[in-house]
């Protein structure tokens, strides 16, 4: 192959990787536009997934339609080989580029370690037998659901924080040189920043850990893809039967091992040609200097096939530990305990099902126009570890919004029409009848009544005469609430005056969903 | 100087600075008019309003910067009579643009989240055909203003509201659970931000103070459709009523009064009505008012 054809697919590689990153970033920041009509339909890239089409049909036992979707780059993975890690991920375009940072502030050659590469199978392998077992922790490591989670909880807020604390003070400056920055500001401002700042609980460990495994990549070259990724594993396993080939032509090699200079797992095709871990990013074509290495598709012949030697002891161990460890959430308190204190978006399904289903994306806590959902920590116990559960000290589940329900990838959270959502009972309100000031202050408060959405009001005034602070009988319109009619929004808690501790507040008690775990 | 000698200073000169609060009169104003007008097309009652009123350019000196603050608390459409009718604000800004003001700001500080609330009352769309700017409101823009009330003192106001040289309220009647009604007075609670739970204890006595701290040029009541039951909130259309009224006045609580007694209650029953008569903000009583009615 010429060289000017080498430098043409390169640049149509790096091309393709800014185009999908960019393509993930338009669609993730159009999910949480308001003025857009929320479906299913805003953002398909993660039912291009296989990973979690494989996790899902574990867990409903039923194929989702629209991740048939994933069937196309398995395809493709058969003919090219691994070619999604480095032409189409977005995450591994990120990965990319950081090491392309940090190769050049570093002088030392880095060296091919075959038992790290194989740590991402057992990964893999532990994944899918936990799934199996009714354990969910593969969305934690897919690379679409990390990015997804990481910009909605830590980037784009991070983002909008600076921009809104930098540019904007600026564009109401005076002067001619922020003057400038007016435009800057107008335009982000119009198109992707949100209208109020979003603000998450989980902020801080989600961007830490997103920011480590970026860091990563200053060790190894695209350390993530190449170490962890279950779903870059996945398509290893694919590429195994791939027709792609890369070929050392043996008449021109002068065996200089350059080709191994920017290999993405740091092999080449001269010495160590791993066809799982080969990211079809042709540097090594570039890098040749005497164009020795050369493209063949061929029938994948047993003999052909370059093997993933984990060995069986290791596949063994890492079934009987998937089998043990996915167990452990099994024994722990939630799953006896007779009540759970967090709260899940309207729709969700029961709690077991919910917690297989999920993929912790963010998705719903992107599109949630009040910043209600948040990413949980441990309320829904550790394998429910930012899943979402609602928070309404934060926001409140809109009454005329149904938009959380129409975006769930898996449905993990059930497509409610405005009408059924209207109906949905999320929890019910509970009055703390020693901080409500209609009960122990002994004077007109009425906030949380005024907000209440329900026509009929779920929450109602009765007169009664209470000893107010002063220590005098007074008449007062004290606030009830009528538990067949609230909804459990969360409007009262989010709008209560009282500054310590809400005085009506939201309990998953009779809520709609089962709690069956 | 003796301790006694001190005392005296320092409660004279205490006096001093409270005693400013009690002569304070922004919003007492003699010989108001206050015009009702009954018809089918709220856009033209509002006209026929502002005409009797004796016209916008009475009120709008030329190059003014407008504020008209209407009432888009809630996610809620029209008919659901929760928001000011955009009809009625369209006559409002027509009016105000041919009085020769500069720029109109609609702007208020809504209960639900402004995007979908501006959006769905209709607001949004009318103020883009009509050239106004639809602003919301920035936590960063709040500076404490001095309302000089008994009851409410100094609590952030948004500067928007301030910087303006003319403010006209719009307000929605509706049912309210704690202060009775919503009409011009409460309709001013959106100009304040912070902690507004906060305000509801003795709520009646803090908008009054409001509305007395604050200068209002023109109060227009949308009562086209009123919200009779569960308010302010409403969502049922069984529980809106069209009495296809505007109230229009330069006093913002004789307009109150009318429109509470349009409603169906007593103004006296009212307290932040009885409050603002207190502070003798206006007439109570209907047959002292100089009501003109008219039908259009």
């Not at chain 1, 919004?401 to 009972?425: D, G, M, V």
């Not at chain 1, 329900?454 to 609430?481: H, M, S, T």
């Not at chain 2, 979908?116 to 009509?130: D, F, N, P, Q, V």
């Amino acid at each position: 192959m010429s060289s000017k054809n080498t430098t043409l697919i390169q640049t149509l590689r790096i091309g393709s990787q800014i185009l999908f990153l960019f393509l993930f970033y338009f669609l993730l920041i159009r999910t949480g536009k308001s003025n857009v009509e929320p479906s299913g339909y805003i953002d398909l890239f993660f039912y291009f997934d296989p990973l979690i089409f494989l996790l899902n049909i574990i867990a409903t036992q039923a194929i989702q339609a629209l991740f048939l979707l994933s069937i196309i780059p398995v395809f493709l993975t058969l003919i090219f080989g691994r070619f999604f890690c480095a032409w189409v991920c977005p995450f591994g375009a990120i990965n990319h580029f950081f090491s392309w940072i940090f190769k050049k502030s570093k002088k030392k050659k880095e060296t091919i370690n075959k038992n790290l590469l194989n740590v991402k199978y057992i990964i893999l392998i532990l994944i899918v037998i936990m799934a199996i077992m009714g354990t969910h922790i593969g969305s934690w490591l897919d690379p679409f659901s990390i990015l997804f989670r990481s910009s909605t909880i830590a980037i784009n807020p991070a983002v909008n924080y600076s921009i809104e604390h930098s540019l904007k003070d600026g564009a109401n400056d005076k002067s001619i040189v922020v003057k400038g920055l007016k435009p800057i500001y107008e335009f982000t401002k119009k198109n992707i920043l949100k209208t109020e700042q979003r603000v998450y609980f989980q902020s801080i460990l989600i961007g830490m850990i997103f920011f480590l495994i970026i860091f990563l990549n200053f060790f190894k070259r695209r350390f993530f893809c190449n170490y962890i990724c279950p779903l870059g594993a996945l398509y290893g396993l694919i590429a195994k039967f791939s027709f792609f080939n890369l070929k050392v032509n043996e008449n021109k090699c002068k065996s200089c091992n350059l080709c191994s200079n920017n290999c993405t797992y740091n092999g080449s095709p001269f010495k160590d040609y791993m066809k799982s871990e080969c990211l079809v990013c042709f540097n090594c074509l570039k890098d040749c200097p005497e164009e020795s290495i050369e493209i063949k598709f061929n029938f994948p012949k047993k003999k052909n096939r370059t093997s993933i030697d984990l060995g069986r002891r290791r596949v063994v161990g890492s079934i009987l530990s998937g089998i043990f460890i996915s167990a452990l959430p099994r024994i722990s308190d939630i799953a006896k305990s007779k009540r759970h204190k967090f709260l899940r978006p309207p729709g969700s399904v029961s709690e077991k099902q919910f917690i297989q289903k999920c993929i912790r994306c963010g998705k719903c806590m992107q599109i949630c126009p009040t910043n209600l959902i948040q990413p949980s920590f441990l309320e829904a116990g550790t394998e429910g570890i930012w899943t979402p559960v609602l928070d309404p000290n934060m926001g409140y589940c809109e009454y005329e919004c149904n938009r959380c329900t129409q975006i769930c990838p898996t449905n993990a959270i059930e497509k409610l029409s405005i009408e059924e959502k209207k109906e949905f009972k999320i929890g019910t309100a509970v009055i703390d009848r020693n901080k409500c000031y209609t009960y122990v202050d002994g004077y007109n408060c009425g906030v949380c009544e005024e907000h209440c959405p329900v026509p009929d009001k779920a929450i109602r005034f009765r007169e009664v005469e209470v000893w107010n602070f002063e220590g005098k009988l007074k008449k007062v319109k004290q606030i009830y609430v009528v538990t067949d009619l609230c909804i459990g929004c969360g409007i009262c808690q989010n709008v209560c005056p009282r500054s310590d501790h809400p005085a009506i507040y939201i309990t998953a008690e009779e809520e709609q969903r089962e709690f069956n775990y | 100087m003796k301790r006694r000698d001190f005392l005296k200073t320092s409660l004279l000169v205490s006096s001093s600075i409270y005693f400013p609060s009690l002569i304070n009169s922004k919003n007492v104003l003699a010989n108001s008019v206050v015009v009702k007008v009954h018809g089918d097309s709220p856009y033209k009652i509002t006209k026929r309003a502002i005409k009797e009123l004796g016209g916008m350019q009475k009120i709008i000196s030329k190059q003014d910067i407008v504020m008209i603050k209407p009432n888009i608390g809630w996610n809620r459409t029209i008919e659901q009579a929760a928001n000011t009718n955009p009809l009625v604000l369209k006559a409002i800004i027509e009016e105000v643009f041919n009085a020769g003001a500069k720029k109109i700001i609609i702007m208020d500080n809504t209960c639900h989240k402004p995007e979908e609330t501006y959006k769905r009352s209709g607001i949004e769309e009318m103020a883009k055909k009509m050239g106004v700017e639809l602003r919301y409101t920035d936590n960063n823009r709040l500076i404490a203003y001095d309302f000089k009330g008994e009851k409410l003192k100094r609590w952030p106001v948004f500067k928007d509201f301030l910087e303006v040289d003319k403010f006209i309220n719009v307000p929605i009647l509706k049912h309210h659970g704690s202060a009775e009604l919503t009409i011009g007075m409460k309709n001013l609670i959106g100009i304040v931000g912070g902690r507004r739970g906060k305000l509801h204890r003795d709520l009646g006595m803090n908008i009054a103070d409001l509305a007395y701290g604050f200068k209002t040029h023109l109060t227009i009541v949308d009562s086209f459709r009123i919200l009779k039951r569960n308010g302010p909130v409403g969502g049922r259309i069984s529980d809106v009523e069209l009495k296809k009224t505007v109230i229009a006045s330069t006093n913002i609580m004789e307009a109150d009064v009318i429109a509470a007694d349009l409603f169906g209650e007593k103004p006296e029953e009212i307290p932040f009505i009885k409050f603002a008569y207190e502070k003798k903000m206006g007439n109570m009583d209907i047959s002292k008012i100089n009501l003109k009615s008219f039908a259009a």
